[in-house]
């Protein structure tokens, strides 16, 4: 769950009538995400502290799978009951094959003999006959094996299918936060039982911040999205520093310019958000107020 959470800047101070040495002003935030529990159970440990680093996919905390292991031993053995139970057509069906390759071979002797006259051809119509209801066996036993192996095959990859839907409510045991970033807040320790949504830490990239900004609606045609733009971080006293900044994003629809705010036009009552993106160099905070001045020809 992401949401951009921004903290009120303070108001610079500007002398009143004097006019603005900026264009825009407004206060630094992150992109944050809260990392959420995806199962039910007892957290075995959780390693992630406030103001620690963290990288996506890398697993800081674990909650415990215990039953989930044990359905899924139940599982495989039952899978590889019935992956034993498949029947083995080649074994079976070589009986039914040599009878009837012993019954050929006697039909052959029997017509030799017939020609000589030393056999009968009811002697040759009977092995025949025997030799089709053996070939009319064999076809219907292959033909029950092959059902049968479906069956059991078709039962099989649903096991497997089970066994995949445990493997994945056991990986979804695993605490990993899915992007890069610091640990801002820890909702959950060690020993607590998790469940299915509750949060567990808040991160926010720090390295990638963002000035919102507030401009007036005759600004507008001097900005666009992508232009660069120099942002000034107000540290309080002389501490101010310049960064490179880029505009991410604008505002489609007006608002009331926050109280906290100051434009170059002081009669303006409507202004319109954008989005600056900075680089943080580790010294910019969220919350931290920060002004704007345009380049000429930025387009």
């Not at 005759?218 to 666009?224: C, D, F, N, P, Y």
């Not at 520093?241 to 310019?257: H, K, L, N, V």
Request: proline fraction near 2%; aromatic fraction near 4%; charged fraction near 25%.
């Amino acid at each position: 769950m992401k949401r951009i959470v921004c903290m009120a800047a303070a108001a610079l101070a500007v002398s009143c009538g004097a006019e603005a040495e900026f264009d825009a002003q407004g206060s630094f935030e992150a992109t944050e995400v809260v990392v959420s529990a995806e199962a039910a159970g007892r957290i075995l440990w959780f390693d992630a502290e406030e103001g620690t680093a963290v990288e996506p996919g890398v697993t800081i905390g674990q909650i415990d799978t215990l039953q989930l292991d044990l359905q899924r031993r139940q599982l495989e053995a039952q899978q590889a009951a019935l992956l034993a139970s498949r029947p083995d057509i080649r074994a079976q069906a070589a009986a039914l094959r040599e009878q009837i390759a012993k019954q050929e071979r006697e039909l052959a002797r029997v017509q030799n003999l017939l020609r000589d006259g030393a056999a009968t051809t009811k002697q040759r119509d009977d092995i025949e006959a025997q030799i089709r209801i053996l070939q009319s066996q064999l076809s219907a036993t292959l033909s029950s094996l092959d059902k049968s192996t479906v069956t059991i095959d078709g039962n099989a990859a649903v096991v497997e299918a089970q066994i995949a839907a445990l493997d994945d409510r056991i990986a979804r045991c695993r605490i990993a936060p899915p992007v890069a970033g610091v640990v801002l807040a820890k909702y959950a320790e060690a020993g607590e039982l998790a469940a299915v949504g509750k949060p567990l830490l808040k991160v926010a990239d720090l390295e990638h911040l963002y000035l919102r900004a507030y401009f007036t609606s005759e600004q507008l045609t001097a900005i666009r999205i992508g232009d660069r733009v120099t942002v000034t971080a107000d540290f309080g006293g002389d501490q101010r520093y310049d960064y490179e900044g880029r505009i991410a994003w604008i505002s489609p629809e007006s608002e009331f310019t926050p109280k906290t705010i100051q434009t170059r036009n002081s009669r303006a009552n409507l202004v319109y958000a954008a989005k600056i993106a900075v680089r943080n160099d580790g010294r910019l905070k969220i919350g931290l107020a920060g002004e704007v001045r345009l380049h000429d020809g930025s387009h």
